[in-house]
């Protein structure tokens, strides 16, 4: 049974591209929130899960694919998320939209999520960060205001998620010190409204 105590909080790889640099960013957040202690988090990688294109979305037809059924579970569960994104073209990553896709509408409501965006020249992907808070939204989310984009990901983070730029290393604690707070707060009050409503799933 998982700790009603503490908020879960995954972290979704967004990008499925072979040798991606975003996946040493999202390592490295993994390492930090895991050691900051008080959630339950993991790592989501859509190259893992090898979502097919949408054709339907989950709930539509019985031909969902059993990895978009389980990412549909984690995000019902989880009580936060923290995105890591690469900017492809000015934009997010197709497979991203496409794992999104599936997902039933709302699955996102009340939660918070954090936006983390990366590239490798100087602006750290802020395109791709505006239209997933636009997406983020969409689903029910809550983007937090305190966003870090990444940029010049070469030189800011090794591939084991090594953390090699000082700036970015102080940039982290407090990001993900909001991304809890609102999470902390957010499922509180969700467990309020599920009490009010004899809802035995506490708000999750």
């Given amino acids: 049974m998982a700790d009603q105590s503490r908020p879960a909080i995954p972290i979704l790889l967004g990008t499925a591209r072979i040798g991606c640099r975003s996946a040493g960013v999202a390592r490295a957040f993994l390492s930090a929130l895991t050691e900051r202690g008080g959630t339950i988090t993991g790592l989501i990688d859509l190259a893992v899960l090898n979502l097919p294109v949408m054709r339907d979305r989950i709930g539509g037809s019985e031909l ?6 389980e990412l549909s579970e984690k995000m019902r569960v989880a009580d936060g998320l923290l995105i890591v994104a690469p900017e492809y073209k000015n934009g997010y990553p197709g497979a991203l939209k496409n794992a999104f896709d599936y997902l ?6 009340r939660k918070p999520i954090g936006i983390v965006t990366v590239s490798s020249g100087g602006f750290g ?3 791709c960060l505006a239209q997933l808070r636009l997406v983020c939204l969409a689903m029910g989310g809550i983007p937090i205001p305190l966003t870090l984009p990444v940029s010049h990901v070469e030189e800011s983070v090794d591939q084991e998620g090594g ?12 990001f993900l010190d909001e991304l809890v707070w609102y999470a902390e707060a957010l499922l509180e009050q969700r467990r309020k409204d599920a009490s009010r409503r ?5 708000g999750r």
């Fill in 104 to 109: 039933p509408a709302g699955i996102l409501k």
């Fill in 198 to 202: 004899g809802d035995v799933s506490g």
């Fill in 163 to 174: 953390v090699r730029d000082p700036k970015l290393a102080v940039r982290i604690g407090p």
């Fill in 125 to 127: 992907g802020l395109n």
């Fill in 64 to 69: 969902a694919p059993p990895a978009a059924i």
